[in-house]
C-alpha cells in the first residue's frame, strides 16, 4: 500500500524519471530521432560510395573479355557460366551471351583462375593475370561432351 493517492513507479512520474536518467525530453526525442535517420542515410550513402573490394584498387583494374567456343567446329557456346577465383562479382552471374562472349569489368589487379562450365561440357580452368589497365581475352575451348549417365541396373 502506498502513502498518497498515486503509485510512483507509474505514469508521469515514471516518465521523468527515465527522461532524467536518460537525459531526454519527448520533444528532445523526436528531435534525436531525425538526426539518427539522417546519420544512417550518410553512413549507407558513404558506405556504398566507397570500395568495399577486398582488394588493394591501388594496384588498378582490369577487364577479363573471354570468347567460350566448341572444339570440334569453333561455334560459340551461349549460356556458359564463368567464376573467378578468387570472386570477382559474388553479387553477379556472369554467363556468355550468344556470341560465346563473357565480359568482367573492374577487376582488381591479381592472378585468378577462371572456371568456365556449361551442362553440355566438362569444366575448363586457365589461369589469368589481370594488370592495371589491360584486357585479359582468353579463348575458352570446351571439347568434351559430358557423358549422359544411364540408369540401366
Known amino acids: 500500500m502506498w502513502i498518497g493517492d498515486r503509485d510512483p513507479c507509474a ?9 532524467s536518467i536518460f537525459g531526454v525530453y519527448p520533444e ?12 544512417i542515410f550518410l ?3 558513404i558506405a556504398v560510395g566507397c570500395d568495399m573490394n577486398p582488394f588493394n584498387n591501388a594496384l588498378g ?3 577479363i573479355e573471354g570468347k ?6 569453333g561455334t560459340p557456346i551461349q ?4 567464376l573467378t577465383d578468387p570472386v570477382v562479382r559474388a553479387d553477379t ?19 585468378y583462375k577462371v572456371h568456365i562450365f556449361h551442362e553440355e561440357y566438362t569444366l575448363v580452368t586457365l589461369d589469368v593475370e589481370v594488370t592495371k589497365g589491360s584486357t585479359v581475352k582468353p ?8 557423358a549422359a549417365q544411364s540408369d540401366s541396373g
Open 28 to 39: 528532445e526525442r523526436s528531435k534525436m530521432r531525425g538526426l539518427c535517420a539522417i546519420l
Open 93 to 111: 552471374t556472369i554467363v556468355t551471351d550468344r556470341n560465346g562472349v563473357f565480359i568482367i569489368q573492374d577487376v582488381p589487379a591479381n592472378s
Open 79 to 82: 549460356s556458359a557460366s564463368v
Open 68 to 73: 567460350v567456343v566448341k572444339a570440334s567446329d
Open 43 to 45: 553512413f549507407g550513402a
Open 139 to 146: 579463348l575458352i575451348v570446351l571439347g568434351a561432351l559430358v
Open 11 to 19: 505514469g508521469e512520474p515514471l516518465r521523468r524519471l527515465e527522461n
Open 61 to 63: 583494374t582490369g577487364i
